[in-house]
Every structure is written in structure tokens, then in C-alpha cells.
């Protein structure tokens, strides 16, 4: 069954629904986020109108405040996030449910593209990132996390991060004839694999990419996402090319590029929000502002309802590849915007 199957008004009354008894878990189970809540004025058990009413968390909190909802005894896995924004890193606490959990939708979304059979995989990146199974770094996580997508795994990277090319090959020898996953982060599949594959003039036409990351490092040298896939189909074939975007505070979670190459689409279990960044209010299709995401699977921790610190505008809503808004990501929020976004909730938390 899609999870790409609602339509906009048939999940914000699902998700609406949801969130509310989300909020009242985290609420009965996080003393913190009850304080911060009580703080701003929401009394629990209150019924919120939209989606758009939901209280939210800046996602700079995980990195400055311990926010979980079950009991140290109940912790069977900790995620960290790279820290490389400043203020730390974020930790996010998972119980063997939701961890489960994230992975199974996680892979519902990906089977959009991916299919039901795993197919042999190339990494773009080095074993040496997940040897850490309790504490991993958001880089990490996202390589265990989509290695469970795939078999026949390879690492294109060895373990000093070179290139090893004839890894590469011999991958290619064996699996590049029939449908193969690729995956990597947005930079490094472009440094680690198109220039090597440009160069060593290899065929990447059955592979399938998926890959996320910042892109600033590639616009710096003139490479948005339209140059990206045109430049992989010319100089290797590569076609199938689907871009994400999420992050380790709500894990599981993510919004991918449609088949078209022009949008990011939600999930059924979640949504996006364009909020002005001087009034908080909605913003309309096709006006940029600050990215919230809403989901309904953090329940270990109250990760459902987040600010980001990403800009971003809504293009469309039920009118692409698949139903609900299509989105794009247009960049960091500058810092000076990203710490008044969290210290509007300073107070509530100091205690």
C-alpha cells in the first residue's frame, strides 16, 4: 500500500487527529516538554483547530535540552546529530518500538521507488562510519539506516574516505547489468562518484540513487539539482535520481524527490509547513519562509512538531507526482534568525 496516497485535506484531518494525541503522550511522559508547553500557555487536553495550531519545538532544542518521553531503563538506542551547526549535538532516545517503527516506514517510502526486492548496493561512503552500533553520528545513521534497503553491499569509499575505484568496478562487473541501489550524501556522491565515474567512464544506467545533504558545497561550484541529474545522465546514465530531505530528530521520516525531479512530496504520516519568519503565520503557495515538519512517528521523544532552521517554499498542493504539497528546500536560515527562533523558548525550559 503508497504511502504517498492522501490527498492534502484527508491528511490534515488524519494527522491532525494524531499529532493532538501525540502532544498529550509527550506531555503525560516528558516533564520538560510539558514545562515548556504550560509555559507558552497551552493547557493540556486543549483541541487545536489545524495543524497549523500545533505547538512547535525549534529543532535547535535537541541539541541543548535532554527531550525524551520513556525512561532511561527504556532506552535501547541513542542518535546524534553532526553538531557542525553549533550549539552541540542533538540527541535523540529511542525505544526498541520506535526504532522499529522508523525503519518500517522508512522503508514504505523508499519502496515508492525502490520496489519489494532489495537490490544489490553501492555506498558512496566507508564501513568505518557505522562500527558505532549504539552512538552514531547523523552521517551514520543514514548509511545503517538505507543499508538494511540493500544487499551485496559496497563501499566506494576505503577506509582513509579515497575512492577505491576498483571496488567500484568490480561492482559494476557483477550487479551493473540488471537494477542496483546506489545511495550517499548529496556532496560526496558527487565528488566520490560522478567525478570517478566521469573519468573512469563508467555506466551507471541501472542504478537507482538516493541521496540527501546539504547542498551549498555544490552550489559554490555551480551545481544546483537540475545540473546534478543533467550532468549524471550525460556523462553516466544515470537517470533515476531521487533526492530527500530529513533529519535525525525525526528519524524515519522523509520527504522525497518525485519521479519529475522538481519536488519534494510528504509522506501520508507527515507534512510540511511554510511559516513567515517574522509572524509565525502559514505562509501561501509560492511564498518562501522557515520550514516546520510535522510526524506522527516520534513517540519516544517530541520530535512530531519541529521548526527547522531551512527555508523553504511550498510549489503546489495535489498537483504533482504524487498527492499533498510539493516542496523545496532553498537553504540554511541564516544564524542570527536561527537562534531567535530557539530563544523564544529559553525560558521555558530553565528551570
Not at 1 to 6: A, I, K, P, Q
Not at 43 to 66: C, I, Q, Y
Request: proline share 4%; with cysteine; hydrophobic share 40%.
Amino acid at each position: 500500500m503508497s504511502v504517498f496516497g492522501r490527498s492534502q485535506a484527508e491528511r490534515e484531518v488524519a494527522l491532525l487527529a494524531e499529532l493532538t494525541e501525540l502532544t498529550e503522550h509527550h506531555r503525560a511522559n516528558s516533564e520538560q516538554y510539558d514545562r515548556i508547553l504550560s509555559s507558552l500557555g497551552h493547557k493540556s487536553g486543549e483541541p487545536f483547530a489545524s495543524l497549523n495550531d500545533l505547538p512547535w519545538l525549534p529543532v535547535r532544542m535537541f541539541k541543548t535540552h535532554e527531550l525524551k518521553s520513556i525512561p532511561d531503563s527504556e532506552v535501547f538506542k541513542v542518535l546524534t546529530s553532526s553538531g557542525t551547526t553549533g550549539g552541540g549535538a542533538s540527541r535523540i532516545y529511542l525505544d526498541k518500538e520506535a526504532a522499529g517503527v522508523q525503519t518500517r516506514q522508512l522503508g514504505a517510502t523508499l519502496q515508492e521507488v525502490l520496489g519489494g526486492k532489495r537490490l544489490p548496493m553501492l555506498m558512496v561512503d566507508t564501513i568505518s562510519i557505522i562500527k558505532n552500533r549504539r552512538s552514531f553520528s547523523a552521517r551514520g545513521a543514514g548509511v545503517l539506516g538505507m543499508a538494511t534497503f540493500g544487499r551485496g553491499h559496497v563501499y566506494a569509499l576505503d577506509e582513509n574516505d579515497q575512492p577505491d575505484v576498483e571496488a567500484v568496478k568490480e561492482f559494476l562487473a557483477k550487479h551493473g547489468s540488471e537494477p542496483f541501489l546506489i545511495f550517499g550524501f548529496t556532496f560526496m556522491v558527487w565528488q566520490y562518484l560522478y567525478e570517478v565515474a566521469r573519468e573512469h567512464k563508467l555506466d551507471l544506467s541501472n542504478g537507482i540513487l538516493i541521496h540527501s545533504g546539504g547542498w551549498k558545497k555544490l552550489i559554490d561550484i555551480a551545481v544546483d539539482n537540475a545540473e546534478f541529474r543533467k550532468r549524471f545522465a550525460e556523462d553516466t546514465g544515470l537517470t533515476q535520481i531521487y533526492n530527500y530531505y530529513g533529519m535525525i530528530e525525526q528519524i524515519g521520516t522523509v520527504f522525497l524527490e518525485g519521479r519529475s525531479g522538481n519536488s519534494l512530496y510528504c509522506p501520508d504520516f507527515a507534512d510540511v509547513i511554510i511559516r513567515n519568519p517574522d509572524t509565525w503565520e502559514e505562509q501561501p503557495v509560492g511564498v518562501p519562509g522557515v520550514i516546520e515538519v510535522v510526524s506522527t512517528l516520534p513517540r519516544s521523544y517530541p520530535g512530531h512538531v519541529l521548526l527547522t532552521e531551512d527555508l523553504g517554499v511550498v510549489h503546489g498542493i495535489d498537483d504533482g507526482d504524487w498527492p499533498g504539497k510539493r516542496f523545496s528546500v532553498l537553504g540554511r536560515l541564516p544564524r542570527a534568525e536561527a537562534r531567535g527562533c530557539s530563544d523564544t523558548f529559553s525560558g521555558a525550559v530553565a528551570s
